[in-house]
């Protein structure tokens, strides 16, 4: 196999991540979720466009005020900040919008890892692709309505109560042809 | 900061990933490739519903013919191997095709990043959301009509010729609200 330092911490923590819902309530740190943006901002995109943009909420009024919108989302009550993926039609390859969701898909599980590598927790709660949702959190945020939010992301400390799940299946892999 | 042993090296790994275009033309071993579907399978996705299958292809004609009718993955000639991620909306939460993509996006995502943490390369070539480069890669694989190949992943061992960028800009970020 590698003989590459980073093989086994890397692997371990994309084996670990889980989708956490339940948290301490504790704060999350200013550097922490540096972090974990900057991290989003790693993830590749087509042409090198990274046509996202985040909005990063720690304040416990706007938190429920999102909470009240989004019955997924519940467990922003016990959560210490909130990342919200946007991704900007407008800065995409060929200004599609499937590439504004797909990189900022890439963005938002790097931002998932790299939560769960700093020892939190994390989950992705849809706003995209339903209306609905999506006019709440563009409401709430003030998030021009040519911008998609992805998606909701609690961020918090993990009560521990959420474990991941091993979900591979040999039978997803097709060799050589489907 | 956080106390997780894994912080540094996930998150290093994280900001390495790079496009991988240039390879020596090297085999990528069996057990690599395993370890990086074991990581595609570790994504999320919505309700837990995994609406992706994968196909694994490492056969020179094979890879030869892929490249053939996709102008933009032309570094096949010099992968060892490739994953065609896809995604199934029969099997994704509501059949919804969005989350066949987005899931099948988190998987992908995952991909690139376990080969980088293997000391491998991986670039994302796009099939979907392009009819013509997807009609290519269904009939090359035999994938059915109703499964969205998203990419074509060549997945090789790198020159060193490929640089990870730096991407973050602090104007992307916005404070409590847009």
């Given at each position: 196999m590698s003989k590459n330092r980073n093989v086994s911490d890397a692997l371990a923590v994309i084996h670990s991540r889980k989708s956490v819902?339940?948290?301490?309530g504790e704060a999350v740190s200013g550097e922490d979720l540096e972090e974990i943006l900057r991290a989003g901002m790693a993830a590749p995109s087509a042409v090198g466009r990274s046509p996202w943009e985040f909005v990063v909420v720690t304040e416990r009024a706007t938190l429920d005020s999102l909470r009240e919108?989004?019955?997924?989302?519940?467990?922003?009550?016990?959560?210490?900040a909130a990342i919200v993926v946007c991704g900007v039609p407008a800065k995409a390859h060929q200004q599609m919008v499937e590439y504004a969701v797909i990189d900022g898909t890439c963005a938002s599980e790097n931002i998932l890892l790299a939560a769960e590598a700093l020892g939190l927790g994390a989950v992705w709660t849809a706003a995209y692709p339903y209306e609905d949702r999506a006019a709440h959190v563009r409401t709430v945020l003030g998030i021009?309505?040519?911008?998609?939010?992805?998606n909701v992301i609690p961020i918090g400390h993990p009560t521990g109560a959420d474990k991941p799940k091993e979900?591979?299946?040999?039978?997803?892999i097709h060799r050589e042809r489907w």
């Open positions: 819902r339940s948290f301490t919108g989004l019955p997924y989302a519940q467990m922003l009550d016990k959560a210490g021009p309505a040519d911008v998609i939010p992805l979900k591979y299946r040999a039978e997803m």
